[in-house]
């Protein structure tokens, strides 16, 4: 969670000066900037998770150094989980906030012509990424681990395509939709990875 | 570990304010003042010397030098066992200390955003009498820095007062003075919140009820504080003193003031306890050479007070095993877990005479926890509500302080279990909060509100 919040520190400096040093009055240049700042904060905050990466690794080999049997008390995989769970709570707590604490004051959704389904639609998205973080820690730390490079890519180009697709937003369709489908997608692919199978599904939905 | 701070109670009666992380070397101690020179505990020094590198107490290196005669062996096995156990237990510590952290913050927090009297500017403390409403910024930046001057000085005179005292052992005005404040502290201010907290919801109480009510209260918190009462009740109750406390300076401390004093006090916090004659650094060692625990009022401990009662039986049974008898005198006195468990390894691999002993040992060993001070607490709470107040209605603010004001708990923590000695608990924490407070109402701020009006996410 620290590392998220220092990679949205970082990038929203950069946005910031941008912004100052710009002209406020030019709408396109100010949402293009905006598409800029959204796409360099996607980069560092994977980049973060890189770095988090290596923090734990060095961790876990201090363990292992110390402990007795030569296995460290947490593996890398539950550090993945952890770090993903802690990146996802990090960034959905940071984007619906805010909202929760308007909606409980007075007021009227949508009244200057935006959508009505706003604090909907933030809900779900927030929830959609929240997971995604998990899943992409998952599949982040598994590519760092075996030094697959194109798990890492796809988990930047991913997260990419989910920011992107936010653009389209009032159009929810261009937004939540298919991130719900990367996340059915990514779900699968940390399932996989971590070691489940369609048996183990099986076997766990049937309780033996 | 301890990180203790003493509480600045009220406004007549100003304590000073100390905040400081420590870990007592208590084992090494007994073994000065008992003179005995059992091998397994001159071994254990050895140990310990040899692991912490840094003898500052001379006993260590006496006692070093005439247990050279260690088993090597034995010695490696025992070093990586202790530093696992340092590590299990520098994490359960973590947690330990994380959630009366978080519970005395989340305490402050909806105080501050439901009640509004804790917002209002009513006046200030005498201790800054410099007012900000001063049409200049030069003017009002010289205001606050004076008001810190003067603060940080009232502070400091404070903690040389109370040192002198106990180092003169005048044992009942400290504790007269502690049962003062904490007596008003638990009446008087608990008065006013809930009068303020019942005004806020609209809810009618009469005046016989408040009177049990804060009678009950008062009475019942002085007990488990100043006497004997159940751990988890005196941790509530010394987490809700230190809450009100952090209230009471938001209330009166004005804006900038407030941000320069909470920089001024971690400075200050560095050099009363890193210093070799710093104020806090003389307290902890004058109590550790006595080997007294440190004024209950004072520190949040989650260990156990009962290891009093219960070992005392086996220091006769155990003869001259000196680390139990520092166990038993030493309920509350901060022992660093693993310099506990290498000396009781040590003991397991020696006869013991009876079973029930080992067992006891372990169950002293698990409880063994953390202690921080209670003005630690006061001022990462003062941080946090004075984001979730001043930082125009914003709860990333808040958010983002608090997580740093955790991690930088977290890495203190990890900095005491390598150094192994009283460290400041304060400047770490309140520079991560007073960076990330200010980075992101300025940066963050505006960056997440165009985004979330935009509905974009990232």
Redesign the interface.
Known sequence: AFFWLVSLLLSSLIWFIAVKASNPWDEPLQKGLLIFGVMFSVLLQEAFRFLYYKLLRKAIEGLVALSEDGCSPISIQQMAYVAGVGFGLMSGAFSMINLLADALGPGTVGIHGDSQLYFLTSAFMTMVLIFLHTFWGILFFHGCEHRHWWEIMAVIVMHLAVSGSTFCNPLYVGSLVPSYLLMAAAAAWAYLLSGGSARNLQRFLLCK | MITFMNNSDSEEEPCNERTSLMSAESPSVPSYQDGLQASEAGEVQAHRKRRTGSSHSPNNIADGEMSDSGVPERESTLE??E??LT??YGAKHVIMLFVPVTLCMIVVVATIKSVRFYTEKNGQLIYTPFSEDTPSVGQRLLNSVLNTIIMISVIVVMTVFLVLLYKYRCYKFIHGWLILSSLMLLFLFTYIYLGEVLKTYNVAMDYPTLFLVIWNFGAVGMICIHWKGPLQLQQAYLIMISALMALVFIKYLPEWSAWVILGAISIYDLMAVLCPKGPLRMLVETAQERNEPIFPALIYSSAMIWTVGMAKPDTAARGPSQQTWDAAEDGRENHRSPSHADSQMSERRSPVPARPVTSLEELEEEERGVKLGLGDFIFYSVLVGKAAATAS????TT??CF??IL?GLCLTLLLLAVFKKALPALPISITFGLV?YF??D???R???D???S?????
């Open positions: 990586n066992e530093e696992e590590l299990k209605g914003d709860w990333n958010l983002a997580v740093a991690i990330f980075s992101t300025n940066l963050v505006p960056f997440m165009t985004l979330a935009h509905q974009l996410y990232i």
